[in-house]
């Protein structure tokens, strides 16, 4: 039966893995010296060797002839292991074993001795899947294990892992793959399955798998299919644009020309390219020239290897720093809403369209893009600067060139001081006109506008006292005024002795002077 490249091709020992050296030596020193930690967690990204670093482990720490520190391979307990007879190594998956049910499981079996080899392993894969009960069951064994027992904890998402459980467990790191020794890795593999292979095509394989040698070996098992193993093979496999007509487009997309970029993008939509994938090879492009374009010097180092570099120099010269980050931001978020959108290729038509076009986003890194091409073009000279005097800058003369002098323009002579117009007297304003109908002899009678005074309303009948007063006010000097008797107030025509106050009531309505007559005959007969 044929089986799968990275099954078949897994390592067997510390020494058969490859890119992880800083790990292997360590374990490998571990084992020889039998200074083993209770437990280990593996933390690293997809293909790397974590599950299998953890099964070489498991079988070099019961292997009965280890050589420098590897599993023999040929002894009982190394055969018993790699086929799964000997149950005293047990692989969990904490994807599908999350419970505390499970864990509680676990930890009832792992206190007895082992029965056929020396150490009891626990090996759980994707441990950040546990739930925080699990977590918590799991966490007294592991801080106190019997000395049979070893835990190997392997996960993808560091953070997801309690703190608890990281302070009790030895940490290792695995990292990423470089592209040059993976595409050689593909090469030997290659080679002997067989394979007709290019080195382009090999290294065109080591950068899609992003570092890992799993995804590495299975997409070099999905190309077997072809006799010849090439670059187009690659692209006509995995449903690639390929980097030429990602150049292609991307040279329209600078060029700002929106009908030839859909209709590039129309033709690979018709040959069977992903949208998505479209816009992730244009998005590795424009990093790899922002990446030259920050760091000119070292640049080459950090770039993804897609692309000659003598283009991305070319690319580079053509955009400003603005314009790559605000390009990027466009279509991160163009893969984002393609990922869940009902049209992905409608989506990738927008995303070109608003690249093709500047003026279609108004946020701030787009002005920011527009700003750094004026400044870019202002500083090589492509456009010149008109100041607001309307004249534009003169151009700069050569040495031997004499400056040019503009003749003087006869000028008008200057008036005297005394002819100046703000020293002289301002005219007197003139008097405004009278009305037709008002006539200067005509005066008013101020008689007819007098206001009553005080001393006119005292009676005659006062005497000396009220000449005195009167004579007082007109020549405005301080006086005492005598008491006056208070002056009573008429009744109301027609109002009765019934409406009066208790106390008015005593008194008899003869005491109340100048009563009208009709009322004091009505008082009269009331009374």
């Not at 058969?16 to 967690?41: C, F, M, P, W």
């Not at 020794?181 to 002997?192: G, I, K, S």
């Not at 010849?228 to 991307?250: C, H, N, P, Q, S």
């Amino acid at each position: 039966m044929y089986q799968a490249l990275y099954r078949k091709w897994r390592p067997q020992t510390f020494d058969d893995v490859i890119g992880q050296q800083h790990i292997t030596e360590t374990l490998k020193n571990q084992v020889r010296s039998s200074r083993l930690s209770h437990a280990y967690i593996f933390i690293g990204t997809r293909g790397t060797g974590k599950t299998t670093c953890a099964r070489i482990l498991a079988r070099a720490v019961n292997c009965e002839h280890p050589v420098d520190g590897n599993p023999c391979g040929t002894c009982a307990a190394c055969r018993g292991i790699a086929d799964g007879s000997i149950l005293d190594v047990v692989e969990l998956d904490a994807a599908s074993n999350n419970g505390v049910d499970n864990v509680r499981a676990l930890r009832e079996e792992a206190v007895f001795s082992p029965a056929a080899v020396k150490k009891r392993v626990y090996i759980i894969d994707e441990v950040h899947m546990l739930s925080a009960s699990a977590f918590n069951a799991l966490l007294k064994i592991i801080e106190e294990p019997p000395e049979h027992l070893i835990f190997i904890l392997a996960t993808t998402e560091l953070q997801k892992v309690p703190a608890t459980i990281l302070s009790r467990c030895q940490r290792h790191s695995f990292r990423r793959i470089d592209t040059a020794e993976l595409a050689a890795y593909v090469e030997h593999v290659a080679n002997a399955e067989h394979f007709a292979i290019t080195h382009e095509a090999a290294e065109l394989i080591a950068r899609l798998a992003e570092g890992g040698v799993r995804d590495a070996l299975s997409l070099l098992d999905q190309c077997s299919a072809h006799d010849k193993i090439d670059v187009d093979a690659v692209y006509t496999t995995m449903g690639l644009a390929g980097k030429r007509r990602i150049e292609e487009l991307f040279d329209r997309v600078i060029d700002h020309d929106t009908e030839s970029a859909l209709k590039s993008f129309s033709k690979m939509w018709m040959d069977g390219k992903d949208p998505i994938g479209t816009l992730g090879e244009l998005f590795t492009l424009m990093r790899d020239v922002l990446m030259l374009r920050v760091a000119p010097k070292g640049g080459a180092e950090l770039i993804s290897g897609g692309h000659e570099i003598a283009l991305l120099r070319r690319y580079a010269a053509r955009l400003t720093s603005e314009e790559l980050t605000a390009g990027m931001g466009t279509l991160q978020d163009a893969l984002i809403a393609a990922r869940s959108a009902r049209s992905p290729r409608t989506t990738a038509e927008l995303c070109l369209v608003t690249l093709c076009s500047s003026l279609l986003k108004q946020d701030m890194p787009d002005f920011n893009a527009r700003l750094s091409r004026i400044e870019e073009e202002l500083a090589s000279g492509a456009i010149s600067f008109i100041p607001r005097g309307g004249r534009p800058a003169p151009a700069p003369r050569e040495a031997d060139e004499e400056p040019f002098e503009e003749p003087e323009e006869e000028r008008p002579p200057l008036p005297e001081e005394d002819d100046l117009p703000w020293n002289e007297e301002p005219p007197a304003p003139a008097a405004p006109p009278c009305a037709p109908w008002e006539d200067e002899a005509d005066e008013l009678d101020p008689a007819q506008f007098a206001e009553p005074q005080p001393e006119d309303e005292l009676p005659e009948a006062r005497g000396a006292a009220g000449e005195k007063v009167r004579a007082a006010v007109s020549a405005r000097e301080p006086v005492s005024i005598p008491r006056l008797p208070r002056r009573r107030r008429a009744r109301p025509f027609g109002a009765s002795c019934a409406g009066r106050s208790a106390h008015a009531s005593r008194r008899t309505c003869a005491s109340i002077p100048a009563m009208r007559p009709s009322c004091a005959e009505s008082c009269a007969a009331t009374c």
